[in-house]
């Protein structure tokens, strides 16, 4: 009998910020996590609080000698060639008090994860997706790379194939990177085309186990449905996975500010409603997404998904007190709508099928 859905997060996110000006420097994961408390949906049996991963489980992917850095980084700082050599305080990727601890706690959240779905079932870490961090050097605000690690140790429990889908604006760079040369992984992402890293293309040659969908600036839900129908799933049920791993940043919502897309969060739950089913080991990460009250709206939703939850037309008092309770100050807060205190699911954003998209998954599929 498969186990009940299990969500892992950790009270380091509470507190943690990358820096008082840094993207990142908004509550995230704390506040999904009292949003879903809030309604009623966590069965504390179910939670687990996430472990932080040894130096030992990180060299698994990183280099020894960057796991070195990254700690030393936390314990006593690093030189100004350190800080070039392995990118960290540098780039977007500060050094701030939590620098080694709150990764790895992310990291040793996946790898944890991987272990308990090994004979079924599903978990959820919202605190995951770091997915563009390298083996030797920080990058996009990654420091570790938790979907690479908890890809390889259900590789290393014999779970093959794999399939990843990568649902964050960005592109998924660092984890095409670690298996591009791999046939168990295949790796699917679909991002905002020109938006950093700007890799990705639809078109780039990396073999049958690659598939990038680089979309244009306002790209909406019935874009996303037709991506998700003639693409992504078709490509994962053609894998038979064994277990599937989900990215499920969501800053291409049309209340971030980090991208040009015009998604709601209502599409990426039909996302990842449609692919928990195709395989029976299933893995839901988190990832980009830099409005605090999109975020914890979408990402409640997204447990909602997993779990089995109606979501409520409006949120109860308490869930509303949750999202007012956010200091956020950014100029978009200045004039928050009262949907972002009063309701978790989006109105969809309905929109044509232009034909750069449909031009998009021609060439992908093509690879």
Not at 11 to 20: C, N, V, W
Not at 61 to 67: C, I, N, T
Not at 253 to 268: E, F, G, R, V, W
Not at 332 to 356: H, M, V, Y
């Amino acid at each position: 009998m498969e186990t009940a859905p299990r969500l892992i997060a950790s009270e380091i996110y509470r507190k943690s910020r990358y820096g008082a000006k840094h993207p990142l420097s908004i509550p995230r994961v704390s506040v999904a996590l009292d949003l879903i408390r809030a309604l009623g949906w966590l069965d504390e049996s179910r939670y687990i609080d996430g472990p932080v991963a040894t130096s030992q489980q990180l060299i698994r992917f990183h280099l020894p000698e960057y796991v070195d850095a990254l700690m030393r980084a936390e314990r006593d700082g690093l030189s100004e060639a350190e800080r070039d050599r392995w990118n960290i305080g540098r780039n977007g990727n500060p050094i701030y008090p939590e620098v080694f601890r709150r990764p790895a706690t992310a990291a040793g959240s996946s790898i944890l994860a991987a272990e308990l779905v090994a004979a079924g079932g599903t978990v959820y870490s919202p605190a995951g997706g770091t997915h563009h961090g390298r083996q030797d050097r920080a990058s996009g605000f990654c420091f570790l790379n938790d979907p690479v690690l908890g890809i390889l140790k259900l590789l290393d429990l014999g779970i093959e194939p794999v399939a990843y889908v990568d649902l964050d604006a960005h592109h998924g760079d660092g984890v095409e990177a670690a298996f591009q040369n791999d046939p168990r992984v295949t790796t699917i992402s679909v991002h905002e085309e020109n938006r950093w890293p700007r890799t990705g293309k639809a078109d780039h040659g990396l073999g049958p186990a690659v598939l990038n969908l680089p979309v244009p600036a306002g790209f909406n839900d019935d874009e996303f449905l037709f991506v998700l129908e003639s693409a992504i799933l078709p490509t994962v049920e053609s894998v038979e996975p064994a277990a599937i791993v989900i990215q499920g940043g969501v800053d291409g919502l049309a209340d971030d500010p980090m991208s040009k897309l015009a998604l709601s969060n209502t599409i990426y739950w039909h996302a990842v409603g449609q692919l928990l089913g195709l395989a029976p080991r299933r893995i839901v990460l988190g990832g980009g997404g830099y409005n605090p009250y999109a975020v914890a709206r979408a990402w409640a939703g997204i447990w909602a998904v997993i779990d089995g939850h109606d979501v409520p037309d409006r949120l109860p008092p308490e869930a509303s007190e949750v999202l007012t309770a956010i200091d956020w100050r950014h100029s978009l807060a200045r004039s928050a709508p009262e949907r972002w205190f009063s309701t978790l699911a989006d109105s969809p954003n309905a929109g044509p099928i232009r034909d750069e998209v449909r031009d998009v998954v021609r060439r992908a599929m093509r690879r």
